[in-house]
């Protein structure tokens, strides 16, 4: 069966995991990818947070799936002949090196498009150009600057990082998209392009919500919905909210039975305005439904700290999941916290390809994230990571390379 990007080429000069999960989305949805790294080391990702001796990490194997490795020195006569040629035979070049890195190796975006004028060029940066273009950045430098880490947290405490990588596996995101535009506009124009996703840039796209409350409280100097309102003042900038809701719906996170015991034992709940009276049911509290200062969604919101801390009282009594069952039966919306390892066991997340066991030569059998986009024409089937060089001779000698070439190349060391 075909796939959606079936006879795309990939060329895969990244590393760590903006770029990578940039690459891996592409292979599920059925791109060549051809995964070029450091002979001698590879990705770096190989080797760190290992948990298996002398096993690819799960660092590397959760976000190389599907692609096929090479590995080459670049900065050697004979390696850039091969890296050249690669640039001619594929459509698409993703990096995500230091700034300038690609440049010192000889291939500069003009260059490139010398070699190749059908090629997009597609980069991770961790800023866009001005004062910072010039710095690495690693995931949790993106979520400072991008806005995340001073939105995120309680308002007595720092400002906190969150353990989704909006930075990295976010920003490889908007690459996929960038690309995907960029092919289609090839198709009429016939040229390549530069496609560059910054990760400030990709972080700051994610936390839009909270640049529209910067401007409402430039304005109005007060936000209702956050848990400061109506006790303490505002600052001049979005303060942390806490588990506030982002949106026009209150919520928060409520205990449940075991929370003493178990640190996931809570529901994130949402006082939803069509559904109040039948909030006021299940709990119990039908007097609020003659009160008027629990009449209407903005009556009730100098109010909210005291109506989250009583459903609470009746969440308390009941484990997530039977809060989750009672709730939803009146199209209540909440949901369970739920821990690494209950997902890691969900069911349906295995049913729909969600999580994926894969087994490898060297590590055994091993969980990773499959393909969260489902395309109905376009089954993703999740594959092992290669290992270290695993694609060499094939790679080379779909490029035209000998048997006597590739063996050269080896001893010389520019392959491994
Ligand atoms: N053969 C020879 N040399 C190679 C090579 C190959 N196949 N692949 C990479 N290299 C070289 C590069 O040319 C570079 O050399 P140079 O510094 O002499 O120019 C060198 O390896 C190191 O690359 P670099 O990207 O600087 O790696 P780093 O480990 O020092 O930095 C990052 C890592 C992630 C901080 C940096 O790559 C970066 O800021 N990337 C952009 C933002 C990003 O994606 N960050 C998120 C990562 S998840």
Known sequence: ????????????FTHVQSGP????????????????????????????LRDIPEADSLYFTMLNGNKRSITLNTKNQKGKAV???LIKECDVLVENFAPGALDRMGFSWERIQELNPKMIMASVKGFGPGPYENCKV????????????STTG???????????????????????????????????????????????????????VKLRDQQRLDRTGVMKEYPQYP?????????????????GQPGSVLKCKGWETDPNAYIYFIAQAPVWEAICKVIGK???????EYATPATRLPHLKSIFATVEEWTKTKTKFEVMDILNEFDIPCGPILSMKEIAEEQSLRDTGTIVEVDHPVRGKYLTVGNP??????????????????????VLSQLGYSSADIADLRSEGVIS
């Not at 989305?25 to 990702?45: H, P, S």
């Not at 690693?138 to 880490?149: F, I, L, P």
């Not at 006790?231 to 949106?247: I, L």
């Open 21 to 48: 999960a940039c690459t891996q989305l592409l292979a599920w949805f059925g791109a060549d990818v051809i995964k070029v790294e450091r002979a001698g080391e590879g990705d770096v990702t190989r080797s760190q």
């Open 373 to 394: 986009i489902k395309l109905s024409d376009s089954p993703t089937e999740v594959t092992r990571s290669p290992l270290l060089g695993e694609h060499n001779e094939e």
């Open 83 to 85: 890296l050249e040629k």
């Open 154 to 208: 309680f308002d007595d405490g720092p400002p906190l990082v969150t353990g989704a990588q909006i930075g990295d596996t976010g920003t490889g995101m908007h690459l996929a998209l960038g690309i995907m535009a960029a092919l289609i506009q090839r198709q009429t124009t016939g040229r390549g392009q530069r496609v560059l996703a910054a990760m400030q840039d990709a972080v700051l796209n994610l936390c839009r």
């Open 1 to 12: 069966m075909s796939k959606a990007l079936s006879g795309y080429r990939i060329l895969d």
């Open 138 to 149: 690693y995931e949790n430098v993106a979520q400072c600057a991008g806005g995340a880490a």
């Open 286 to 292: 039908e007097e609020w439904l003659a009160d008027p």
């Open 231 to 247: 006790d303490t003042p505002f600052g001049e900038a979005v303060p942390r909210a806490g588990n506030a809701s982002g949106g």
